[in-house]
């Protein structure tokens, strides 16, 4: 299908890699962005093609273009625990809250789940992300139903490769991987879950498979102060110390959380070139502390923005969570210019396109890359009047502000209706999911 979107303002990657905004022509093909024009630069002569040969002419009036924001951390399925197991501590929220609901929880309910997530993702403006669940077919049905773009792992826990359940999990992670290798729009990577669920053997054995097939590694490491103390204790290192130790970061990686970190795990990561996930709406809500965030950056850190599960966030709203990142570190550190409202935006477009390993494929609207766009209606009260774009994405907009989304070409949601899931049965099964297991 050839789109074209007309006069638009589009914001744009700069040779600094941060932004600039400016009204262009933008031309779809199939899944590619063919060209993108600005329209004050100069005519249009090398268009591909006009409003009469598109397919689809979309009227950029009044409207924003961005590049698709990718969620590099999240649990989708959890969308039916929403609201389930609030102000609890870490712990208890985890361990007497969160797994016995999980205990409960049969494919089906995942799928909905899912589903339910995949909704509020797409009409917030995800495209992209990357996923921990514990059901792989379900889930990878959901998200190939909705349409999106996502890297999925199955949750690996247990002590070593003599472990029944743990083989079992990775058998699961590793069918997954095999279903989906022609898929374009699906990927499966490991999956350990964190130093006190996956014990050193199980990391090494994972490690080395990670490497036989060159699949991503998606881990939780030092998400509380209590992890990291019985890491050390356990193994004599901390969480991301452990992990390096047994291999995990040998490939491509990505680290969520990274809460209670020193120097030294600092240097880990960088060495590494480990793609952090920053939490903080998830590390605050569950009493776990801030990421040293612009430390991260000063490294040179990949940091990329995620919002974990709807059970500790509670909601898959990226401009919640860029929210929040934007302004927390300023508070903590006392320091108004700590990550800016760019600096909050490549986190959310192209320092999650690096997590993903696809820098080079979607995270901005450039020529070339695959077609994961959002467009915004800035005819808004929390747009107007329309001072700083940029700003306003961060400081005073909440996402109800996407309209369309566009992933690999394809409209999945067009005038606020979502197009590829069916809101009143996802509403419907979400409510009976809750009912049986969560309000008894
Ligand atoms: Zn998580």
């Known amino acids: 299908m050839k789109i074209l979107i007309k006069e638009i303002m589009t914001v744009l990657p700069d040779q600094r890699k941060k932004f600039a905004v400016h009204e262009c022509n933008v031309y779809i093909e199939d899944d590619i962005i063919k060209s993108v024009i600005e329209t004050e630069k100069k005519k249009d002569t090398r268009a591909p093609f006009s409003d009469k040969t598109a397919d689809k002419v979309i009227n950029g009036k009044n409207k924003l273009l961005l590049p698709g924001l990718i969620n590099a951390h999240t649990h989708i399925y959890m969308n039916f625990m929403r609201c389930c197991g609030d102000d609890l501590a870490f712990n208890d929220w985890l361990f007497k809250r969160i797994y016995p609901i999980e205990d409960k929880m049969t494919d089906t309910d995942a799928y909905w789940g899912t589903q339910l997530g995949l909704l509020e993702m797409i009409e917030s403006g995800t495209t992209g992300f990357i996923d921990m669940n514990l059901n792989m077919d379900p889930c990878g049905e959901a998200i190939r139903k909705a349409g999106l773009r996502g890297i999925i792992s199955r949750g690996l826990v247990g002590e070593g ?14 069918e997954a991987r095999e279903k989906y290798l022609e898929n374009d729009l699906i990927e499966v990577c490991m999956g350990p879950h964190a130093s006190y669920s996956c014990e050193e053997k199980l990391q090494h054995y994972i490690a080395d498979l990670a490497m036989e097939y060159n ?46 970190i020193d120097d030294a795990d600092l240097d880990i990561l960088a060495k590494n070139k480990v793609t ?34 709807a059970a500790s966030n509670n909601t898959l709203n990226m401009f919640h969570e860029l929210s929040v990142v934007t302004l927390i570190h300023k508070g903590v550190n006392e320091e108004a210019q700590c990550v800016s409202a760019k600096e909050g935006l490549f986190m959310m477009t192209m320092a999650g396109a690096k997590a993903m390993g696809k820098e080079y494929e ?11 766009l959002i467009i915004l209606n800035t005819d808004t009260a929390s747009f107007m009047p329309r001072n700083d774009y940029i700003s306003a994405l961060a400081y005073s907009c909440n996402g109800s502000e996407v309209e369309t989304v566009i992933v690999n070409g394809r409209i ?22 809750m009912n049986r297991i969560i309000k008894k």
Not at 285 to 305: D, F, Q, S, T, W
């Open 276 to 309: 952090v996930a920053t939490n903080p709406v998830s590390n605050m809500k569950l009493g776990n502390g801030v990421a040293p965030v612009p430390k991260m950056l000063k490294k040179r850190i990949n940091v990329a923005l995620g919002t974990d599960g």
């Open 161 to 174: 490769p003599e472990d029944e359940g743990a083989i079992r999990r990775i058998k699961e992670t590793m």
């Open 412 to 433: 999945i949601m067009e005038n606020r209706e979502v197009l590829t899931l069916d809101k009143e049965r996802i509403f419907f099964e979400n409510e009976k999911i």
């Open 362 to 372: 979607i995270g901005s609207v450039e020529d070339g890359k695959k077609a994961d």
């Open 215 to 260: 699949m991503k590694v998606n881990v939780h490491l030092s998400e509380s102060r209590k992890e990291v103390e019985d890491c050390k204790n356990k193994y004599g290192v901390s969480p991301i110390a452990l992990a390096e130790r047994t291999g995990l970061f040998a490939n491509r990686t990505i680290a969520a959380h990274c809460v209670h």
